[in-house]
């Protein structure tokens, strides 16, 4: 049996997330499926899945080797692309990762347009509040909101955001006002994982102090950027979001910006890629598409919340 064969049934039982799937992915039966990573088991003399009836889960071993082979398939694709000069005609899978929010919100539209104009391109878009590599999962394309340090990507940046604590002008209106980051100790906060549980961080009031961190019992606490936008917007409290999650809350006057002195430098946001796939036609179209129009989409984001 061919090695790379195997691995690409490999990593489409990962990517389905079953026998079955990854065989009607590839026009297989289940036995053929099982018998591919059956014959990896043997070559590397270890187990890589284990198997239930509903169910596969890697082992140890195999989330090693499944990195591997998605770095050897991502590399494989990248020289036949290269060697077929296929720059004018994008094809095949792309695999794009972003923050949920964002994802959904702003990616989700673009991908489709892409779609339609390069119809030989498909699309995997996985939406994760977690850091993602690229290389091990093999993804072409991510979104990302942080100042970067790998420096086995190439960074394109569309933009930048702040991260600002919002409340209900009624809420505002009911309780104690909110001049510098220690009010916030009187208030009921909406507290999500992503931006600090039980704490806040703020920036040293003077260049020669600590940084300012409140703690605080949340009132509420939930998971999905959503619930605690309409949370604030229904008046439960205050919490705090990157400033594109509030943008049109803002504009329309339902939620109000607070304490727009105390807060972190914005974050750059970039789209990333690793080393040499922009050479690949399908991420250099993604690319060269997506880029001017995240930057124009978060810049009219800005320019709302900016004005608060």
């Not at 989330?63 to 005609?89: F, Q």
């Not at 994802?103 to 977690?130: C, K, M, N, T, W």
């Not at 991420?283 to 800005?302: G, I, N, Q, S, T």
Request: charge should be neutral; glycine fraction near 6%; hydrophobic fraction near 45%.
């Amino acid at each position: 049996m061919d090695r790379i064969d195997a691995m690409k049934v490999f990593v489409a039982t990962l990517d389905e997330g079953s026998l079955a799937g990854a065989g009607r992915k590839l026009g297989r039966s289940p036995a053929a499926v099982s018998r591919a990573i059956a014959f990896l088991e043997a070559h590397t003399g270890t187990a890589l899945l284990y198997r239930t009836t509903r169910t596969i889960r890697l082992s140890e071993a195999g989330e090693r080797y499944a990195a591997a082979c998605r770095r050897i398939l991502s590399d494989l694709e990248e020289a036949d692309m290269l060697v077929a000069d296929e720059r004018s005609a994008p094809r095949g899978l792309l695999t794009v990762t972003a923050p949920v929010a964002a994802g959904e919100d702003v990616l989700r539209a673009l991908l489709d347009e892409f779609i339609e104009r390069h119809p030989a391109v498909s699309i995997r878009l996985q939406l994760l509040d977690r850091p993602v590599s690229l290389i091990d999962e093999g993804m072409d394309v991510a979104l990302r909101i942080a100042h970067l340090s790998d420096s086995t990507l190439v960074a394109i940046p569309v933009g930048a955001v702040r991260r600002v604590v919002v409340a209900s002008p009624d809420y505002l209106a009911k309780h104690p006002a909110i001049e510098t980051p220690a009010d916030l100790a009187q208030h009921r906060i909406i507290s999500m994982t992503h931006f600090g549980l039980d704490s806040w961080s703020f920036p040293p009031s003077t260049p020669s102090a600590l940084p300012q961190v409140v703690q605080f019992a949340p009132r509420f606490i939930i998971n999905t950027i959503r619930g605690a936008v309409a949370s604030a917007v229904a008046g439960h409290g205050v919490t705090r979001l990157f400033s594109y999650h509030v943008a049109e809350p803002v504009r329309d006057g339902t939620l109000r910006i607070v304490l727009s002195d105390s807060e972190h430098a914005p974050l750059p946001i970039h789209l990333v890629t690793p080393y040499g796939r922009l050479a690949v036609p399908k991420v250099r179209a993604f690319v060269d598409f997506a880029a001017p129009r995240l930057r124009e989409h978060f810049a009219r984001l800005a320019a709302i919340t900016d004005g608060d």
